[in-house]
């Protein structure tokens, strides 16, 4: 046979088919893998199964965890928002922004900052006892408990600040000494005590109020103890308003 | 015996390879197995010589084919008959590695083997064969190398081009050309083997 037949009859071997039934059926099969297949698995999803997707998805540990976190993140920065307009003593809000003003506190590792915070909460106490004392009967038992709160944070201030005033008086004392130290041997020790005063004079504006300038023009600074007594003065009048003005003029440099 | 083809309404091979390309047409692609079933299955029947496996295989290869397809993976065949044949070879491979079927029936073996192919005939083939010329081809076609056989059924068989051979195979053309060659000799002289009267 040569190779031309051999080719024909080869060709005679496209006769081999498989069974029609076979491919009719195996067709079937076919179509339902392809239009009801993958494809359909992601289109035809129904709401529910999305929100069950979704669902299971969350209810994993660490989603919850991250959503109870969440939670009280949320709840806590609303309550606080809340109880920042509070001013009633009695209200559970109220106590939850003392714990709030403490906390704060105790997270400032800076003296200058506990200081500011303590004239601030200062403030606070005496915004609060003035818009009180407006709508509150005089007799009212809240007013005192107030007026303490006012008291401790006017007493924590000044102890802040004079710990502060003292710590600036004595790096005033140290800067003194430094500046003026070429000139020891040329100069007696009364020109050193002057020229320290002459420091802590002016370092004393470290905590201090702004009062205004005087007629010359020259910026005029009160000490901060000063301004905090004045305060506790116009708050022991019942002047709550001008007390807590008079605590926002301290500056805390 | 051989149903007529079916193409798409735009015709050919090209539109529908196009319409899959582009739009992962799911029609187009049940075109392309009416199109195709036949000469797939010829081509996994003549390698494994199984009807029963030829089929089931040929099953997986269409459904693996539509998976590739839906995955974009379109891009590198320029026909989707070239895909469909490397799926069938490597479907196959697979097969037998899972289930520990010998591929080949070496020359060497000859005399202690019985064909491989399914010889069993169904009537349409009876009624179309006016002798037995055909069951010598199906006996002798497992008893080539793999490779030649593989190259006789796409060359002479499911009548595939030269480039289509060699994409399928990845061989050069030029390969090809010598396989197809010396695939042809060895056949001649199988068949020369054969009974005088039939051949």
């Known amino acids: ?253 | 015996m051989a149903s007529p083809k079916k193409t798409s309404f735009f015709g050919g091979e090209q539109a529908l390879f196009l319409r899959l390309k582009k739009h992962k047409d799911k029609q187009a692609f049940i075109e392309a197995y009416d199109l195709y079933i036949e000469q797939i299955f010829r081509f996994i029947y003549f390698k494994v010589g199984d009807r029963d496996e030829a089929e089931d295989i040929a099953s997986m290869v269409f459904l693996k084919c539509w998976n590739y397809i839906y995955e974009g993976n379109l891009g590198d065949y320029q026909t989707l008959k070239s895909l469909l044949y490397k799926i069938a070879r490597n479907t196959i491979i697979d097969y037998y590695r899972k289930t520990q079927h010998r591929q080949n029936i070496p020359l060497d073996d000859i005399a202690q083997t019985t064909a491989a192919i399914d010889t069993e005939p169904n009537p349409e083939e009876q009624a179309a064969t006016a002798f037995d010329f055909q069951k010598v081809m199906e006996e002798k076609l497992p008893q080539l190398k793999e490779e030649y056989r593989e190259v006789i059924v796409l060359r002479f068989i499911n009548e595939l081009s030269i480039a289509e051979i060699s994409s399928v195979i990845g061989k050069t053309n030029g390969n090809v050309r010598v396989m197809i060659h010396r695939a042809l000799e060895s056949l001649q002289q199988l068949v020369k083997e054969a009974p005088e009267e039939i051949v």
Not at chain 1, 166 to 187: C, R
């Open chain 1, 1 to 253: 046979m040569n190779e031309k037949n051999l080719v024909r009859h080869l060709s005679g071997l496209k006769s081999v088919a498989p069974r029609a039934d076979w491919i009719r059926q195996n067709r079937e099969v076919l179509s339902y893998q392809i239009f009801n297949g993958q494809e359909s698995a992601a289109i035809k999803l129904g709401f529910f199964s999305r929100v069950g997707i979704v669902a299971n998805r969350l209810l994993q540990p660490t989603p919850i965890a991250a959503l109870i976190a969440l939670f009280f993140m949320v709840s806590g920065v609303v309550g606080l928002n809340a109880s920042k307009h509070t001013t009633d003593p009695a209200n559970v809000l109220y106590a939850a922004k003392i714990i709030a003003e403490r906390a704060t506190v105790a997270t400032t590792f800076d003296e200058k900052g506990k200081a500011k915070l303590a004239v601030e909460h200062a403030q606070n106490r005496a915004n609060e006892l003035n818009s009180f004392s407006q709508t509150s009967n005089p007799n009212d038992p809240r007013l005192q408990e107030l007026t303490d709160n006012f008291k401790k944070e006017i007493a924590s201030a000044r102890e802040r600040l004079s710990k502060l005033d003292e710590e600036a008086a004595k790096q005033a004392a140290i800067d003194a000494q430094t500046s003026v130290k070429p000139k020891l041997n040329l100069n007696s020790k009364a020109s050193i005590k002057q020229k320290t005063d002459e420091v802590a004079t002016t370092d004393e504006g470290v905590v201090s109020a702004d009062s205004g300038k005087d007629e010359k023009g020259i910026q005029i600074f009160i000490p901060a103890s000063k301004v905090l007594e004045e305060a506790e003065k116009l708050f022991n009048e019942k002047n709550y308003n001008e007390a807590a003005s008079k605590l926002g003029e301290i500056e805390i440099k």
